[in-house]
């Protein structure tokens, strides 16, 4: 980010600007820019990989080992884990918290700031050919990397994710609103698309509609009032989509409003929700605070909660700010509590 003399200055629009007139002469920023310059190298190396698919070998297919969380590892991810801690290593971050590694990772000794990361969200498409992204959260870093992660969730500096789709874009707050950032494939830059990015409001929802069964009964009875549209009690129309990639899901609703909901279940191993509270739940409950959403874990606010552990697991709810606030009433109004809708009862539209 130094402009040398007889150089000329970067656009206005360009990352790095950006991050240049956001940080001025203030030493914490300008540490969360070197970070957040270090994440976009590591997207754009990562975005590489990807657009490549298979001519380099089975990215997609399985190691045969599984990460902190149980879930089976596939080569991408450990690709994509590799690619993000190489991108940080020269940048002031002293611990890297990963959905890949057991325990967090320390980078440098004299680091200012501690990363946590999902440093690819939905890898599982990545064999399809469809939208993957990866997660990140800044922190202030402490004397040790359990004081750096294990903190209130409000006290991130930065938040944001890296999309791979059909354009390779950067959705980042540093706390002070939402900007939008695609990457240019001319010059390999991220250019700044869209400033102070805000969540409209929709009645739609994404809700993994296969695992109704294992609701509980104030989110199943949310969901067939959304499905009921315009002639039922929530009186609007409702498209209900899932795409099985978090951070996808995040970005269509961040632009076109809504409601994202995974709650806890009755499945073993679901009892706490299945999204991780660090790297997952808290980074994209900040980018739609800022942009005047709100996410919850369907009661409590989530940048008010502590992860009481790296991979610590949550129920998350999150999207446009009436529609969130419309769930939590779900779960503490008696008033909105029944057994179900007319749509799921014996003469509906899923009896046979």
Request: aromatic letters at 6%.
């Amino acid at each position: 980010m130094v402009v040398r003399k007889g150089e000329m200055p970067p656009p206005s629009d360009d990352l790095g600007a950006v991050l240049i007139g956001w940080a001025g002469a203030d030493r914490r920023r300008g540490d969360v820019a070197e970070v957040v310059v270090g994440l976009a190298s590591g997207a754009r190396r990562l975005a590489a990989i990807l657009a490549r698919g298979g001519l380099d070998g089975d990215i997609a297919g399985a190691t045969g080992a599984k990460n902190a969380d149980g879930d089976v590892q596939k080569t991408i991810d450990v690709v994509a884990n590799d690619v993000f801690i190489v991108a940080l290593k020269h940048t002031p971050t002293a611990f890297l918290a990963s959905e890949e590694s057991d325990a967090p990772i320390a980078l440098r000794e004299a680091g200012s700031l501690a990363v946590a990361i999902d440093p690819l969200d939905g890898s599982a498409n990545v064999g399809v050919n469809l939208t993957v992204g990866a997660i990140f959260s800044v922190l202030p870093a402490a004397e040790t990397a359990e004081r750096s992660f294990l903190r209130p969730c409000a006290d991130q500096l930065a938040a944001g994710y890296f999309l791979f789709g059909s354009s390779t874009l950067l959705v980042l707050t540093l706390g002070a609103g939402v900007d939008l950032f695609v990457l240019d494939p001319d010059d390999q830059m991220f250019k700044r698309a869209v400033a102070g990015v805000r969540v409209p409001e929709a009645a739609d929802i994404a809700i993994n509609m296969s695992n109704r069964r294992h609701w509980p009964t104030s989110i199943r009875t949310f969901v067939d009032d959304c499905i009921e549209g315009a002639g039922g009690p929530r009186g609007a129309d409702c498209y209900a989509r899932w795409l099985a990639v978090m951070v996808a899901e995040a970005h269509r609703i961040l632009l076109r409003g809504g409601a994202y909901l995974y709650p806890a279940d009755a499945r073993p191993g679901f009892e706490h929700g299945r999204l991780r509270l660090l790297y997952e739940a808290a980074p994209i409950s900040m980018l739609m605070e800022q942009a005047g959403g709100a996410a919850t874990d369907g009661q409590a606010r989530i940048l008010e909660k502590t992860p009481a552990s790296l991979h610590e697991r949550t129920p998350f709810v999150f999207g446009s700010a009436k529609a969130v606030e419309a769930i939590r009433h779900y779960h503490v109004d008696p008033g909105y509590a029944h057994t179900s809708a007319p749509l799921f009862q014996q003469r509906g539209l899923f009896k046979s």
